[in-house]
């Protein structure tokens, strides 16, 4: 059986400030911090060895991978960061306070953009221009629905985490709470109308252990 560990980062400053990120850098804050910590520490009692960790490019997800393996001593790991991985972007609603959103345009508008999966937010007039992806010949989206999200992380999977798995390695992703909403979907083949209710908590890592198919065989929350 092979083991694959997700975890979503530590408390951003935005996640505090009920504030739209996507793509926008923002630190953790010190509840974030204490939460890696506390992730780490329950990762490294589990025992699981990985073999790679995989992060995205934002530095949130980043500070939590980093703190997540020295707790568990597993900081020579292998580490890629891809965009793929990055957090759905929120598009024109970046920045923006959600309470506000919700405000002005009312509940039901604020539960589509927030949660549905095939819905587009506000998008850019154009987008940002970022140096960290420019070598990659990446251009920041102008805004993301989670299907759109979904489409761009299922390569990742199928060419840089899957082929790990099927190998026998244990892998390890810490990324943010729509992208790991995609991969979840994915995983668990839950419809594109049920996806609306998961949510993934800040902090806590979720634990999936696989057949040789690639098949469920248990999951666990670890908190």
């Known amino acids: 059986m092979v083991k694959l560990v997700i975890l ?17 850098d923002v630190a953790l804050t010190e509840k974030g911090i204490e939460q890696a910590h506390a992730a780490g520490k329950i990762i490294s009692h589990t025992g699981i060895q990985f073999e790679h960790l995989h992060t995205s490019m934002l530095k949130r997800a980043i500070m939590t991978a980093n703190i ?11 580490v890629t960061k891809s965009w793929r991985l990055n957090e759905r972007h929120y598009g024109a609603l970046r920045g923006l ?3 506000e959103v919700k405000a002005k345009v009312g509940e039901k508008q604020f539960k589509l953009w927030r949660r549905s999966y095939k819905v587009v937010p506000p998008l850019l007039e154009k987008p940002d221009q970022d140096s960290r992806y420019e070598p990659l010949g990446v251009t920041e989206p102008l805004g993301e629905s989670l299907a759109m999200a979904y489409d761009r992380l299922m390569p990742y999977w199928q060419d840089e985490i899957a082929p ?5 390695h244990n892998q390890l992703v810490v990324a943010h709470g729509s992208t790991l909403r995609a991969l979840i979907k994915y995983i668990e ?5 049920d996806i609306d ?3 993934v908590p800040n902090g806590v890592p979720i634990e ?16």
Not at 8 to 20: M, P, T
Not at 68 to 78: D, K, M, R, S, T
Request: aromatic letters at 8%; charged letters at 30%.
């Open 164 to 168: 790990r798995l099927l190998d026998g």
């Open 197 to 199: 209710a998961l949510e």
């Open 189 to 193: 083949r839950i419809n594109d109308h």
């Open 8 to 24: 979503r980062h530590g408390e951003s400053q935005a996640n505090r400030d009920g504030v739209f990120t996507g793509w926008s």
């Open 97 to 99: 306070k959600k309470a």
């Open 68 to 78: 997540v393996l020295e707790e568990a001593g597993q900081l020579y790991l292998p």
């Open 208 to 223: 999936y252990e696989f057949d040789q198919q690639l098949s469920i065989v248990d999951k666990k929350t670890l908190d």
